[in-house]
């Protein structure tokens, strides 16, 4: 890999790319997001590597002159020792690993963001490349120096490129949401809701011209840009915008080129040709339009899906246009024939946006939710070659490296992500076997590897090296199988010569030999224990040996049939067994008297079998090609997977139990997503039967064998290059246990976890993932023993928190009770005096005003109730600290008062003319500090229904507010991160901060400390 090396791509809101000499652009998805890492296919040298190092020391040393104190110790040092081993990795002759490791190193290392209030003490988690709370555009600058990202927070940032960190930021007036580098010089076009085109240069960080581009919008309607793209020469740039228009200006003189109407719909995507001489335009009439640039005329219209187009692109060196969009479909057309030439099945609700190689040989689809994949297809042979997961939302935006080995996706859950391909040849090649290639294993250490082959032998690999360590000689006919146990001392061959032996795996001496098998033997496995090996054959006898004494334990003389599989379950007492009778049979350990299930499902011999190392699903699969996955539990058929076109004579599950391959005599290694049951990924390479497999125990590799005779290391990628810490989205909510003695306190994100901070060296505490959806509401009970976690889809956790105590001795909460709420979204919730009831803020497609208390313990509904007019849109609910109150706030200004322990209306007030941005009770519960939506701030006894004090905020757009436990401090802030503490006994502002981050949550820690969310997945910690 290699980054800032040669030139890179840049794109618009949606996305595009152009190389140099062989010039060529892309562009499409709906708001578009690129994302491309300059790599080369160059190997590095020991200069670049220095270099490197030294660019390392230097960022290293303006973090300790900056504030290091300010983050985790933990990955600070993790990023030395990363730094070290690149320097161990480059004088060991070894640059490559050398590179890997100072790019993670640098990526790790933590930097202080610009415009970074001094007042800020800690900063909990990692901001690098994280602009929330949802991005708009990203785009990479021709010499690959920079990214730059458009948000939702009114901002378009500039990252350094080669590890991550902030630069700069341009403030906008509105959202942005489209943008574009030029490919000759530092300029960055900025698109927004407006109708000015802003033009920066990213090198200073100035306008560089002067009030902009003006949009035509004689009916002064509303308007949003949608893509942006430079032609290759930087001579124009074209705008589509909302008005169904696109127009093409002449960067000379900023004037009018040319203005395209006409469209049945928003033009989504925009492409320059790869000479420049023409520009197509993707609209969502599912039209694909085609001008000549020089004059602005029509040259081709057809319809290129059955909705809209979200993306388009060209394929380098042809006259050939990738089309994606609303239907399921990904086609590539020949333009000057109009006719379609390929079609690929992607998501069932669209693609969003799309990505091709610089050598046209890989395209890449991102599809919307709920599929939210990323599928990278050849071209040449059409085949599916991978399928990534991780996004929560659509898909927005995909970009290729320049050697086509790195992919990077962006979505509307506000992530990038980066995804490695692999290099041109994805497999590694061991041969030497003199015949067919029957079994392969890994050992436990994930280096060594054993294959038996028909030649006799069993052969011990260096999976590193790619060599050959020993060959062995242990039997006189075919070996079928090899199996290594679990602690990687014992390696277990047969064959056709009906012995089982069992050799050091170091050395090949033979520890055992086992005879009892008439026939030859077809499968082995080891118990996980060690204490047990079972085998099938030929004969149709099914053994458990007891390898403690090398005798069986249990023998299976009338099985019934060939035996084709067998497979410990691991955590429970069960052996499962399948054969050319096509059934599964279940054994209860150890005396395997009578089957305690038989499961049919298939319909011819079943010829693999794989038990998942998690024990909760068997996979089979049979000579029909299909593979069944069953959930041991409920002896039931759990997904049919289907897509061989032959037999399927090899399964395994990956060490982490999510992913399963398989391979047969269609040639094909294929892997699939257990959570979904899709097929992720096809490996070809083998020029005959696939034979047998295996997972590394990385999870990121696998190797297989077969009739061709060679073995084949596959490096299935898909994992991140980059490694983070923290949150991955935004923060949405904030708890603080009560008391001054607290040491720590617990966020929930976007991304679905609760993640608990050590106060005083911002380090992850603990990790909770238990939530399927976005965190939407957390609260500490008054005895902080006890925390509630809500999401988005109503579900609610009761935790039981650790003792008061050293963040040293933390030990992780233990989940003590869960509950949902049908079809509804909890948004706030508060505990009763004694932690006996939880009072929530429950919301759905028909109504935003329902109040629930439940018993914290069964989770059953107390009472419920409507807490505002049926008209009134609830705008913001507050609870009182001991959970009795709850206080509602409307769209009208009008604020209603309940007691939720008897449902009875206490107060209804008018408090404002519009709505009520936010509300909270006083400590004591006399007063409510609200926020109104125009800026006013009020405090008011609302018993009395008197206003006690109002202040203007000085704030445009008040968001949110919170009271400090003491009642002396109210902390306000806006939509622009903007945040005013004020005196609340004289209503004087005491102090501002403003944050480069959009804030959604704020906590008072203490009575000088506030927390902030925020919307890049950090948290802050402001101290004055």
């Known amino acids: 890999m290699r980054w800032l090396r040669g030139t890179t791509a840049t794109g618009a809101r949606t996305m595009w790319q152009r190389e140099t000499g062989n010039s060529w652009l892309l562009a499409g998805g709906l708001v578009g997001l690129l994302a491309l890492v300059v790599w080369s296919s160059a190997e590095p040298t020991a200069p670049d590597v220095e270099a490197w190092l030294r660019a390392y020391e230097r960022e290293r040393e303006e973090l300790r002159q900056g504030g290091a104190e300010r983050f985790a110790t933990e990955w600070i040092r993790l990023a030395d020792q990363y730094a070290d081993q690149a320097r161990q990795a480059l004088q060991a002759g070894q640059p490559s690993e050398a590179e890997r490791a100072i790019f993670r190193a640098r990526w790790i290392l933590p930097a202080i963001p610009p415009d970074l209030p001094t007042q800020v003490e800690r900063i909990f988690g990692s901001s690098k490349l994280r602009h929330g709370p949802a991005i708009r555009a990203v785009v990479w600058?021709?010499?690959?120096?920079?990214?730059?990202?458009?948000?939702?927070?009114?901002?378009?940032?500039?990252?350094?490129?080669?590890?991550?960190?902030?630069?700069?930021?341009?403030?906008?007036?509105?959202?942005?949401?489209?943008?574009?580098?030029?490919?000759?010089?530092?300029?960055?076009?900025?698109?927004?809701?407006?109708?000015?085109?802003?033009?920066?240069?990213?090198?200073?960080?100035?306008?560089?011209?002067?009030?902009?581009?003006?949009?035509?919008?004689?009916?002064?309607?509303?308007?949003?840009?949608?893509?942006?793209?430079?032609?290759?020469?930087?001579?124009?740039?074209?705008?589509?915008?909302?008005?169904?228009?696109?127009?093409?200006?002449?960067?000379?003189?900023?004037?009018?080129?040319?203005?395209?109407?006409?469209?049945?719909?928003?033009?989504?995507?925009?492409?320059?040709?790869?000479?420049?001489?023409?520009?197509?335009?993707?609209?969502?009439?599912?039209?694909?339009?085609?001008?000549?640039?020089?004059?602005?005329?029509?040259?081709?219209?057809?319809?290129?899906?059955?909705?809209?187009?979200?993306?388009?692109?060209?394929?380098?060196?042809?006259?050939?246009?990738v089309v994606a969009g609303?239907?399921?479909?990904?086609?590539?057309?020949?333009?000057?024939?109009?006719?379609?030439?390929?079609?690929?099945?992607?998501?069932?609700?669209?693609?969003?946006?799309?990505?091709?190689?610089?050598?046209?040989?890989?395209?890449?689809?991102?599809?919307?939710?709920?599929?939210?994949?990323?599928?990278?297809?050849?071209?040449?042979?059409?085949?599916?070659?991978?399928?990534?997961?991780?996004?929560?939302?659509?898909?927005?935006?995909?970009?290729?490296?320049?050697?086509?080995?790195?992919?990077?996706?962006?979505?509307?859950?506000?992530?990038?992500?980066?995804?490695?391909?692999?290099?041109?040849?994805?497999?590694?090649?061991l041969t030497g076997h003199e015949g067919y290639v029957w079994s392969v294993a890994v050992h436990p250490d994930g280096?060594?590897?054993?294959?038996?082959?028909?030649?006799?032998?069993?052969?011990?690999?260096?999976?590193?090296?790619?060599?050959?360590?020993?060959?062995?000689?242990?039997?006189?006919?075919?070996?079928?199988?090899?199996?290594?146990?679990?602690?990687?001392?014992?390696?277990?061959?047969?064959?056709?010569?009906?012995?089982?032996?069992?050799?050091?795996?170091?050395?090949?001496?033979?520890?055992?030999?086992?005879?009892?098998?008439?026939?030859?033997?077809?499968?082995?496995?080891?118990?996980?224990?060690?204490?047990?090996?079972?085998?099938g054959g030929a004969d149709r006898q099914l053994i458990l040996w007891d390898l403690t004494t090398g005798k069986p334990r249990r023998t299976i003389s009338r099985y019934g049939s060939v035996v084709t599989g067998v497979a410990f379950v691991p955590g429970r007492n069960i052996l499962v067994s399948g054969g050319s009778d096509q059934q599964i049979r279940l054994w209860e350990l150890p005396d395997l008297t009578e089957p305690t299930q038989v499961w049919s499902g298939h319909r011819q011999p079943i010829t693999a079998l794989a038990a998942s190392p998690r024990g909760d699903l068997i996979a089979?699969?049979?000579?029909?090609?299909?593979?069944?996955?069953?959930?041991?539990?409920?002896?039931?058929?759990?997904?049919?997977?289907?897509?061989?076109?032959?037999?399927?004579?090899?399964?395994?599950?990956?060490?982490?139990?999510?992913?399963?391959?398989?391979?047969?005599?269609?040639?094909?290694?294929?892997?699939?997503?257990?959570?979904?049951?899709?097929?992720?990924?096809?490996?070809?390479?083998?020029?005959?039967?696939?034979?047998?497999?295996?997972?590394?125990?990385?999870?990121?590799?696998?190797?297989?064998?077969?009739?061709?005779?060679?073995?084949?290391?596959?490096?299935?990628?898909?994992?991140?290059?980059?490694?983070?810490?923290?949150?991955?989205?935004?923060?949405?909510?904030?708890?603080?246990?009560?008391?001054?003695?607290?040491?720590?306190?617990?966020?929930?994100?976007?991304?679905?976890?609760?993640?608990?901070?050590?106060?005083?060296?911002?380090?992850?505490?603990?990790?909770?993932?238990?939530?399927?959806?976005?965190?939407?509401?957390?609260?500490?009970?008054?005895?902080?023993?006890?925390?509630?976690?809500?999401?988005?889809?109503?579900?609610?956790?009761?935790?039981?928190?650790?003792?008061?105590?050293?963040?040293?001795?933390?030990?992780?909460?233990?989940?003590?009770?869960?509950?949902?709420?049908?079809?509804?979204?909890?948004?706030?919730?508060?505990?009763?005096?004694?932690?006996?009831?939880?009072?929530?803020w429950v919301t759905d497609s028909q109504s935003d005003k329902t109040l629930v208390v439940w018993d914290a313990f069964s989770g059953k509904i107390i009472r419920s109730l409507l807490g505002h007019d049926r008209p009134v849109r609830v705008t913001c609910v507050a609870f009182s600290a001991d959970g009795r109150l709850a206080a509602v706030g409307g769209h009208t200004g009008r604020v209603i008062v309940w007691d939720m322990s008897n449902g009875a209306l206490v107060k209804a007030t008018q408090a404002f003319q519009s709505a009520v941005a936010d509300l909270a009770f006083s400590h004591d519960n006399r007063y409510l500090l609200l926020a109104g939506a125009q800026g006013e701030i009020q405090l008011r006894d609302w018993q009395e229904d008197r206003l006690v004090r109002s202040w203007p905020s000085q704030q445009s757009a008040l968001a949110g507010l919170a009271v400090n436990p003491r009642d002396r401090l109210l902390a306000t802030f806006d939509n622009r991160g903007v945040i005013h503490i004020w005196d609340l006994e004289t209503g004087q502002l005491q102090t501002t901060f403003r944050l480069p981050v959009m804030i959604h949550a704020v906590a008072f820690f203490g009575s000088q400390r506030l927390l902030t969310a925020n919307s890049n997945g950090t948290v802050y910690l402001l101290a004055w």
């Open 141 to 321: 600058s021709e010499d690959g120096r920079w990214l730059a990202t458009a948000g939702s927070d009114f901002a378009v940032r500039l990252w350094d490129a080669s590890n991550g960190r902030e630069i700069r930021t341009f403030r906008c007036e509105d959202w942005p949401t489209a943008l574009a580098f030029a490919h000759h010089s530092p300029l960055l076009a900025v698109g927004g809701q407006s109708t000015v085109i802003r033009v920066w240069d990213a090198t200073t960080g100035k306008e560089a011209l002067s009030g902009g581009l003006e949009l035509p919008n004689p009916a002064r309607g509303k308007l949003a840009v949608l893509a942006l793209a430079f032609d290759p020469q930087d001579r124009y740039l074209a705008v589509a915008n909302s008005q169904q228009q696109v127009q093409v200006f002449k960067m000379s003189d900023k004037g009018l080129a040319f203005q395209l109407v006409g469209f049945a719909g928003q033009p989504h995507s925009i492409a320059f040709s790869t000479d420049g001489e023409y520009l197509a335009v993707g609209a969502s009439d599912g039209l694909l339009r085609v001008y000549r640039t020089q004059q602005g005329a029509l040259w081709r219209s057809f319809r290129g899906n059955t909705g809209a187009i979200y993306a388009v692109a060209y394929l380098p060196g042809k006259n050939q246009v």
């Open 326 to 429: 609303q239907d399921s479909f990904v086609r590539i057309f020949d333009i000057d024939r109009s006719q379609e030439l390929v079609r690929w099945k992607s998501g069932a609700n669209g693609s969003t946006a799309l990505a091709v190689s610089r050598n046209g040989q890989l395209v890449a689809v991102g599809t919307a939710t709920p599929d939210t994949a990323i599928r990278v297809w050849r071209v040449d042979d059409r085949t599916l070659v991978r399928t990534f997961r991780g996004h929560q939302h659509w898909v927005q935006g995909l970009a290729f490296d320049r050697s086509g080995r790195l992919l990077v996706s962006g979505g509307l859950d506000g992530q990038l992500r980066f995804w490695e391909l692999g290099g041109g040849q994805p497999f590694r090649e």
């Open 447 to 535: 280096r060594r590897i054993a294959s038996g082959g028909a030649d006799g032998t069993v052969r011990i690999w260096d999976s590193q090296q790619r060599r050959q360590l020993h060959v062995w000689k242990l039997h006189e006919l075919p070996v079928t199988v090899v199996a290594f146990s679990r602690d990687g001392q014992w390696l277990a061959s047969a064959g056709g010569d009906r012995v089982i032996r069992l050799v050091d795996p170091q050395s090949g001496q033979e520890k055992q030999r086992l005879e009892g098998h008439s026939g030859a033997v077809t499968c082995l496995a080891f118990h996980p224990e060690g204490k047990w090996l079972a085998s």
């Open 620 to 840: 089979s699969a049979d000579g029909d090609g299909q593979i069944l996955v069953w959930q041991v539990n409920a002896g039931q058929k759990r997904a049919l997977l289907t897509g061989h076109s032959g037999p399927v004579n090899a399964l395994d599950f990956s060490a982490d139990g999510k992913l399963l391959a398989s391979g047969g005599a269609d040639r094909l290694v294929r892997l699939w997503d257990l959570s979904s049951g899709s097929e992720i990924s096809q490996f070809a390479g083998h020029t005959d039967w696939v034979a047998a497999l295996a997972f590394f125990p990385d999870n990121h590799r696998l190797v297989s064998c077969g009739v061709d005779r060679s073995l084949k290391i596959w490096e299935l990628s898909g994992q991140e290059l980059t490694v983070s810490y923290g949150h991955s989205c935004k923060v949405t909510a904030l708890a603080v246990p009560t008391g001054e003695a607290a040491s720590w306190f617990v966020s929930g994100s976007q991304d679905t976890t609760l993640r608990f901070w050590d106060m005083a060296t911002a380090r992850e505490l603990a990790l909770l993932s238990d939530h399927s959806d976005e965190i939407t509401a957390l609260a500490c009970d008054r005895t902080g023993r006890l925390l509630a976690s809500a999401d988005r889809s109503g579900t609610v956790r009761i935790w039981q928190l650790p003792p008061a105590g050293s963040p040293e001795k933390f030990s992780p909460p233990r989940l003590r009770n869960s509950f949902s709420v049908s079809r509804a979204s909890v948004f706030l919730l508060a505990w009763n005096a004694d932690s006996s009831q939880l009072v929530g």
